[in-house]
């Protein structure tokens, strides 16, 4: 309880901020808006020739540009500005008084701020979902459902590890701009069925970057293309990546000196 009344007060505080800037929320939206018409032209050329492509079929690919809108958003609206935060703390060497607070610190540098106007992507994601999943065909019922969810955790669970690694490497390298890019690069990637790419990049989006964990394995959920196998691996994957980069942010606090080093 603690923690969730400290995080009612971060929130509280970060959307109050948020409301000088109200403008911003509609200027990100038209350009969500404008991306999600660039993606779908194009989807919808290619569908123009075939049916399906490696067998998703238009409707199933709509639920995957869906799913990765609604990522992009949770990413951008929770995640990455509170690391990015933490970057520009290492190197400025302020993360000094986020440490002496008398509360857990992994919990403080990732959960610090919320940027509400990044909802935008959310909004977006969501109405996209209602479209898709009514043109399916089949009635999405209580298991998909819990299905989509439990894979949305595990791929939300994915994506903050990776972030906290990323993060956790500035404690040794101060700057990781250039890794950020990549991991992006990748993420951008995930938007099309993973299958359409070959052998070797769509291994490395699964095992590497594991994007397919991210995006696609909860789009196949929802379309109910998505097996109990997946289902469980994807589960795996989010508790033991999380699991891991909590690790790592330990070791890499005890190497982490200070401003006064």
């Known amino acids: 309880m603690r923690y969730l009344k400290l995080l009612g007060v971060l929130y509280r505080t970060s959307i109050q901020t948020d409301m000088e800037y109200r403008v911003d929320f509609f200027t990100r939206l038209v350009a969500s808006l404008l991306g999600l018409l660039t993606t779908i032209g194009g989807l919808s050329i290619a569908y123009g020739y075939t049916s399906t492509l490696k067998d998703w079929t238009y409707p199933q690919v709509l639920v995957l540009v869906a799913v990765y809108y609604l990522m992009d958003g949770l990413t951008e609206m929770f995640i990455a500005p509170n690391m ?28 610090r701020t919320v940027v509400i106007w990044r909802a935008a992507n959310i909004v977006v994601g969501i109405l996209l979902t209602l479209y898709s999943v009514g043109r399916l065909g089949n009635h999405v019922g209580l298991v998909q459902a819990l299905s989509f969810a439990v894979t949305m955790a595990g791929g939300c669970a994915v994506v903050y590890s990776l972030w906290l690694v990323l993060v956790t490497l500035t404690f040794w390298f101060v700057r990781v701009d250039n890794i950020e890019q990549i991991v992006w690069q990748a993420f951008e990637a995930a938007r099309y069925p993973i299958e359409i790419y070959p052998a070797w990049l769509r291994g490395g989006l699964t095992y590497i970057v594991p994007v397919a964990f991210i995006i696609t394995i909860p789009a196949q959920a929802l379309s109910g293309r998505a097996h109990q196998l997946p289902l469980i691996v994807s589960v795996v994957i989010g508790g033991f990546s999380l699991a891991a980069a909590t690790l790592f942010w330990r070791v890499g606090l005890k190497n982490y000196t200070g401003a006064s080093a």
């Open 84 to 111: 990015r935060n933490v970057m520009s703390q290492v190197r400025e060497g302020t993360l000094d008084f986020v440490l002496i607070k008398p509360v857990n610190a992994q919990f403080l540098t990732s959960f």
